[in-house]
């Protein structure tokens, strides 16, 4: 064996001796990830050119520039990382940062496009150009990298960036005197593989002094998996396309058919892998337990659960979404989500890519929900299949056992017991549910079990609400209805006494009407689905509305007495106002004896047509005016009222644009005061335009 092959060979066992280094003791070690990759690029390169040197010398000129490209991007990969290292990760996401990286790739494309044309490749003058470029650009990466680097972190790098820039400092005047004379059969290049090997023991020795708590970042899981799986099928084209060359060489007549057949297949094999969830699912797995101290990213982990818990993706039920996001934390496609009903059992309540199941309710004193509610274990069905006696005598129902898709039960865990449990789907990588993968889906199983609480509190305030909204619309009707049998039942009390009398014969019909049409109307507001619009606004004369008012307001005692100071016109709905008006006489006389005095005032002041309705009656107290008057469901009358008649009053007068206050006095009487924006009369004696007023007057 030639000299130069045996130097190329020691790189070989060099690089491999440092990539197993790393793999097997310093993979923790921030950027370790790029020292294996880098590792492995330059064991390739050394063992190819080894051999290349000892049996196919003519084609090292063919191969040479590839196999370059490959081992100096490893190593830029290694600079970039302790670049994105540097001040503390600040660089990190860095806009300089993002343009080393970016010109590195750029630049590595460009000098990789000729060396793969065969007629470039082969010529000695633009391998020995391109060479120099990349040996230049390794060298501004290592000044840049070393430089970049905090002084108090300097010296675990140190070693590297000596080492590194060694070894392109030295390829820097091979291939300078390759562009100069043209020839590759020098002691420079026969040393080339012994001074890459003295390098390596530089390398490990910086990748050992990295302190494995440095506060710079982790690679990316995601950037990790990509990046070895294009790697991969680097790898897997260059060897395919080996075997292409030799299937054509070795063939003879029918070596060309033979190489597209095979490369068609090598394309097809490649493509369902790429397709392939469940290799992908492996791959990841793969990756985890061996280039990782843990298997998970929590804080990626966390975020994916979280934000899948709290999407408000209408499209997809919480349930669904709930399986779908313990699921994930576990390569799972799919579940059934078993929640607690107020009997006490556990019924599905969601699944996912496992049909429709018809299974029997788990009652609250089963032994599955005994066992989940006492240990609050994750139990690997798999496993119980093999060893039951783990569970510790634990039955498990039929439906869980005889379907082999079940992989792992979850309990949905609170401080006051079992909400729940998540039966989950045999992931896509199937394997035994390990000591951190318990942990995860544990803690994850009782964040799930507080959003399932949450939504549950959720939907039984809604229904709350929808039965406070369907008791307070039966209050406003009953209210309507105890009003309108109030006005007959004195029409019936005073029919003996009054039957002969035309005028309370007349009176007693008007009182049916008005019955009716209010009857008429809340039955048109029930019919109607939609809110009911505004009745049309009319011109109402308030002396004449007074003046009905107190004659629909003669069968009950005190009879109210009418003084007008000012007449006045308002704008409005006419028979709203005069409910208004109906509710507080009626509420002055239930309140004042046969002997007081109910007293209606109207005169006008500035812009406001302002009407008084005042008793000497009991009064109220100051406590329920300052708290309680004008809110829904709160009377003075005991059982003989619905609280409903002031809030109805105040509404109503808002959306006239009015207000209504009201004084009043234990003992001493209650008075209300109506404030209304008026009509200003126009010359012609008719109602003009409102008088614009503000409602603190």
């Not at 330059?42 to 090292?60: D, G, K």
């Not at 009903?341 to 609250?364: T, W």
């Not at 812009?607 to 008057?629: H, S, T, Y």
């Not at 003075?636 to 006239?656: F, H, P, S, V």
Request: with cysteine; glycine share 8%.
């Amino acid at each position: 064996m030639p000299i130069v092959s045996i130097s190329y060979l020691a790189a070989a066992v060099a690089f491999l001796t440092l990539g197993g280094l790393v793999l097997v003791s310093w993979r923790n070690r921030p950027g370790a990830i790029w020292v294996l990759a880098a590792s492995f690029l330059s064991f390739v390169w050394a063992l190819s050119l080894a051999l290349l040197t000892w049996q196919f010398p003519e084609r090292i000129a063919v191969s040479l520039g590839v196999l370059e490209v490959a081992r100096n991007a490893g190593w830029f990969a290694v600079l970039l990382s302790i670049l994105a290292l540097g001040s503390g990760g600040a660089y990190l996401h860095s806009r300089s940062l993002r343009i080393w990286i970016a010109l590195t790739a750029a630049f590595l494309v460009a000098v990789s496009i000729p060396l793969v044309v065969p007629g470039w490749a082969a010529e000695g003058r633009w391998l020995a150009t391109a060479s120099l470029l990349m040996t230049i650009a390794g060298l501004v990466l290592v000044e840049q990298a070393y430089r970049n680097m905090p002084p108090q972190r300097r010296a675990s790098v140190k070693l590297l960036a000596l080492g590194l820039g060694g070894m392109f400092a030295f390829d820097l005047f091979l291939f300078a005197d390759l562009a100069l004379f043209g020839g590759l059969n020098t002691p420079t290049w026969q040393a080339r593989g012994f001074v890459n090997a003295l390098v390596v023991p530089l390398i490990a020795v910086s990748v050992k002094r990295r302190s494995l708590h440095s506060g710079g970042p982790a690679i990316s899981r995601h950037l990790l998996f990509h990046t070895a799986a294009l790697t991969g099928i680097g790898v897997y084209l260059l060897a395919v396309g080996g075997a292409g060359y030799y299937l054509r060489e070795a063939g003879g007549d029918i070596g060309a058919l033979v190489q597209v057949t095979f490369l068609f297949g090598a394309a097809l094999i490649l493509a369902l892998m790429l397709f392939s969830t469940t290799f992908r699912a492996r791959l990841r797995v793969l990756f985890s337990k061996h280039l990782f101290k843990y298997r998970y990213d929590y804080r990626e982990e966390w975020l994916r659960f979280t934000e899948q818990l709290s999407s408000q993706n209408t499209a997809s039920p919480f349930n669904e979404r709930a399986i779908r996001a313990i699921a994930e934390l576990a390569d799972s496609p799919g579940g059934l989500l078993w929640i607690g009903g107020e009997d006490g059992s556990f019924s599905v309540q969601g699944a996912r890519h496992l049909g429709k199941p018809n299974h029997p309710p788990e009652e609250g004193t089963s032994p599955l929900v005994e066992f989940l509610t006492r240990t609050g274990w994750v139990i690997d069905v798999p496993e119980y299949r093999a060893e039951p006696e783990i569970y510790g005598g634990l039955e498990l129902p039929d439906w869980l056992l005889k379907d082999t898709r079940h992989w792992a039960v979850i309990p949905l865990l609170k401080a006051d017991g079992l909400v729940g449990f998540v039966v989950l789907q045999t992931p896509l990588a199937p394997r035994r549910i390990e000591w951190e993968e318990r942990d995860l889906l544990k803690t994850a199983g009782r964040q799930l079990a507080v959003y399932v609480a949450l939504v549950r509190t959720s939907e039984a305030l809604m229904e709350a609400r929808q039965f406070e909204t369907f008791h307070r619309l039966s209050a406003f009707i009953v209210h309507d209805l105890k009003n309108i049998s109030a006005q007959l039942s004195l029409i019936c009390s005073n029919a003996e006494r009054h039957r002969d009398n035309p005028e309370f014969v007349a009176d007693a019909f008007r009182t049916v009407a008005n019955a009716r049409d209010r009857l008429e109307r809340t039955q048109a507001q029930l019919r109607n689905v939609q809110p009911r619009a505004e009745a049309p606004r009319k011109v109402i004369p308030l002396r004449e509305l007074l003046k009905e008012v107190i004659a629909q307001s003669q069968a009950a005692q005190p009879i109210p007495s009418l003084e007008v100071q000012a007449d006045a016109e308002v704008s409005g709905d006419r028979e709203a106002l005069k409910n208004v008006l109906l509710h507080l006489v009626r509420n002055a006389q239930e309140a004042t004896p046969d002997s007081g005095q109910i007293h209606l005032t109207l005169y006008t002041e500035e812009g406001w047509a302002i009407m008084l309705v005042a008793d000497d009656g009991a009064g109220m107290d100051e406590d329920f005016l300052r708290q309680r008057i004008f809110r829904p469901f709160q009377t003075t009358k005991g059982n003989a009222g619905m609280g409903i008649g002031l809030y109805e009053a105040r509404d109503q007068i808002m959306r006239m644009g009015g207000r209504i206050d009201v004084h009043s006095q234990l003992g001493a009487g209650t008075r209300f005061t109506i404030r209304l924006p008026r009509l200003t009369p126009r010359p012609d004696g008719r109602s003009g335009s409102q008088t614009q007023v503000t409602n603190d007057g």
